[in-house]
């Protein structure tokens, strides 16, 4: 049976309609298109009905615009607005399965539901293939595989029967018809035999003697027979067991390679010993995100303990961060501010970049490069679409992205990061809405992307961190947005996949950072829909995941970054 995807209860995506919808029929909380438009009383300030519910719900009861006393009763709806939104064209939920249809918002559920292009499953025994509806009669009739089909051909083979019968029968008469000759020659022969038998005595007692010896010799080749054939099964046996014993060998020998492989994996690993004395004491910093507002936290290794510091001037949500010159930068998310944390301040507040980025920018990449602030992808909010671009990020007055390169497809909730000569791009999503399972190697040198071999499994919203040569994959979604706990290391020079042990809990749009040799994954949305605050840690060369005291705020699609060592020593 089909699902109707118009039941999900945020806004519509900007792509969806015919035309450019203006900005200000967006909902401020989800920044799509309205959905069931509700508004505040005094400044009638307007938001999707499921969004302003839920901020109502986990919030204060105001306003997010202008803080006035807001809930759910006191909402308002905007007659003419609905009314206007209710005639705009959008596209069929099922467009990307091959529906063109574009109908009004306020018909989209009845044509939805209706829809030609909805996925069923094949009704077939042992099939469940998921199809268009209007392909369910010719697959399950013409070709499905599990499909009931009339035999045609049974007069045929009732006269194939008949044919047989009567050969059998003529056959049968051929061999009674040769008994009888055979009798009517042994009589014969006795006659003769009879004649000569007194003349004959003597040979007669000859053929007797050769007979016998014949019959003995006869005697010993049956024996002979029995023999090769307790032999031959002998045989069988032997060689039925030599044939388990090598599937068992093979199957040694799988997990022999399976085991030197890791043992290999191990060899490179720091000792127990060195980890111990590695433990790493860099501090971890993550901010913003989804459900957390403007709020940034650090995570003392020394105190084992979150702590909240000032607040950001915006809400990055989908942003992205990096380290640039010992200082934090967030960058973008819904936003074109970019935030520094100045850490040689015993008081760590919040610093706006003195220029902002060129456009609204989200979901997208920054690396460092050799100085270089490499932003990769994203969605470009000013054009309202996935964004195929590789750029320099220059920070002088005006900021200003210099592209370098495009790459094959757009790139967007993907990973990314930055080895000595080469920078690796991984999964995400494209401008049709695939999940991809490739990954790009960029040349910074040479500006130009190439393809190196692909991720077991499409993949977007994970969280990745380097590791020496490997990029290390963790969570996300897939292509049939199933959310993973799954953990692998990609090498990047031989294009190999090595797992991990699994996370404790299944998360997508978390964060993680690596400090030492210890990776730590923050926050996310768990399988039930549900931004979580929990944090966990795996230590290269372990076998299991552990628990981290929880962060103060839920999250996801948050930044985070490890603080360098060289910071001053702030008591937060």
């Not at 980890?275 to 507002?293: H, K, S, Y």
């Not at 507040?349 to 490499?374: A, G, M, N």
Request: hydrophobic share 30%.
């Amino acid at each position: 049976m089909a699902c109707c995807p118009t039941e999900e209860k945020y806004g519509y995506d900007d792509n969806r309609f015919e035309k450019d919808v203006d900005e200000n029929f967006h909902c401020s909380i989800c920044y799509n298109v309205l959905k069931e438009p509700r508004m505040c009383r005094n400044n009638e300030h307007i938001f999707c009905l499921a969004c302003i519910s839920e901020h109502l719900k986990v919030n204060s009861q105001t306003c997010p615009e202008c803080n006035e006393h807001l809930s759910v009763d006191t909402l308002r709806r905007p007659r003419v607005l609905n009314n206007y939104l209710s005639k705009l064209k959008i596209n069929c939920d099922y467009a990307s399965r091959g529906c063109p249809e574009f109908t009004c918002v306020e018909a989209l559920k009845t044509h939805v539901a209706n829809c030609e292009f909805a996925p069923v499953f094949c009704s077939n025994e042992n099939c469940g293939m998921e199809i268009n509806k209007q392909d369910k009669v010719h697959h399950e009739t013409e070709v499905c595989g599990y499909r009931k089909v009339k035999c045609h051909d049974c007069g045929q083979t009732r006269e194939v029967v008949g044919t047989l019968k009567e050969t059998l029968m003529e056959l049968d008469g051929k061999v009674q018809t040769a008994e009888k000759k055979t009798e009517n020659n042994h009589a014969e022969m006795k006659k003769i035999v009879g004649k000569l038998e007194g003349s004959l005595v003597g040979m007669n007692k000859r053929i007797n003697e050769k007979v016998e010896a014949i019959k003995n010799h006869h005697d010993e080749m049956k024996q002979d027979q029995h023999e090769v054939k307790k032999e031959m099964r002998a045989m069988k046996e032997t060689l039925s067991k030599v044939n388990k014993d090598v599937d068992d060998v093979k199957v040694m020998m799988s997990q022999m390679l399976e085991k030197f492989n890791m043992l290999e994996l191990l060899s490179k690993l720091p000792s127990p010993t060195e980890r111990m004395l590695n433990t790493p004491r860099e501090d971890i910093l993550i901010a913003g995100g989804w459900n957390a507002e403007r709020s940034a936290e650090i995570f003392s290794w020394e105190k084992n303990a979150w702590y909240e510091i000032s607040q950001m001037y915006e809400e990055h949500i989908g942003a992205s961060s990096f380290i640039y010159n010992n200082q934090p930068f967030v960058v973008g998310g819904h936003t074109k501010t970019i935030e520094t944390l100045d850490l040689n301040e015993l008081s760590l507040k919040w610093v706006e970049f003195s220029d902002k980025l060129p456009c609204q920018s989200y979901r997208h990449q920054t690396v460092i490069y050799q100085q270089r602030v490499i932003h990769i992808g994203g969605h470009n909010r000013d054009k309202r679409k996935h964004s195929n671009v590789v750029s320099e990020l220059q920070l002088t007055s005006p900021c200003a992205l210099k592209e370098l390169c495009q790459m094959p497809q757009p790139r967007y909730c993907h990973g990314a990061e930055a080895f000595e000569d080469k920078v690796l791009i991984l999964g995400g999503e494209d401008g049709d809405s695939d999940v991809l399972d490739s990954v790009l190697e960029f040349d910074p040198e040479k500006n130009e992307c190439k393809e190196l071999p692909s991720l077991s499994l499409p993949m977007q919203e994970m969280a990745t961190v380097r590791w020496r040569d490997q990029v290390v994959v963790l969570g996300g979604r897939d292509e049939y947005h199933q959310i993973l706990n799954d953990v692998f290391m990609y090498d990047y020079k031989t294009g190999k996949i090595t797992a991990l042990p699994s996370m404790l809990e299944k998360r997508y749009d978390c964060c993680a950072v690596i400090t030492g040799s210890t990776i730590v994954v923050m926050g996310g949305v768990n399988e039930y829909n549900r931004y979580l605050n929990s944090v966990e840690c795996f230590t290269m060369g372990g076998s299991s995941w552990k628990y981290l005291p929880s962060m103060n705020k839920e999250r996801s699609a948050a930044v985070a970054e490890v603080l360098p060592l060289t910071r001053k020593d702030v008591h937060v």
